[in-house]
């Protein structure tokens, strides 16, 4: 099974001292990344974080996807438990679309200039589905 790959900025990558190996799925390139290959989060899937470097390669790390209860915001509920160990540059996979770009988690339209903010209660305007429904943790939901 392959995990996931999700953008994380790796500016917050915590240092191999650091007590807290985590990192969150907050950032824009995130949000967009996951409603695009439109993965439900799920608390203890297995995720890989990526971000590009300066030269031609990424940076990935693999990590295990958490969900904080106590976030007040759905936005900020999700982090990844980075396993420091798995650090790796790698070839940037080709990519259709530019990481920045949200789409609709139901139906895949470019919310691009379609939405002038983006909360938990956004709806797209195509389909009517919730934008931000892939954070909602589906623990119990086995489909
Ligand atoms: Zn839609």
């Known amino acids: ?29 995130s949000l967009c990344d996951l409603a695009r290959q439109r993965i439900r989060l799920r608390d203890g899937m297995p995720i ?14 693999d990590g295990i996807a958490r969900y904080n209860v ?9 982090y990844v438990e980075i396993e420091p160990a798995t650090f790796r540059r790698v070839a940037p996979p080709m990519r259709e679309l530019a990481s920045t770009i949200l ?7 470019h919310l691009d200039g379609l939405l002038t903010s983006v909360d938990a209660s956004t709806r797209c305007p195509r389909c009517g589905g919730g934008v ?5 943790s589906s623990e119990g939901d086995l489909a």
């Open 1 to 29: 099974m392959s995990a996931p790959r999700v953008y994380a900025d790796f500016n917050d990558l915590p240092g191999p001292t650091d007590s807290d190996q985590r990192m969150r799925l907050s950032y824009w390139g």
């Open 132 to 136: 931000l429904d892939f954070l909602h």
């Open 48 to 61: 890989t974080v990526y971000d590009s470097s300066d030269g031609d390669e990424d940076m990935e790390v």
């Open 70 to 78: 106590s976030a007040a915001d759905i936005r900020f509920a999700w």
């Open 103 to 109: 789409t609709c988690f139901h139906c895949g339209v």
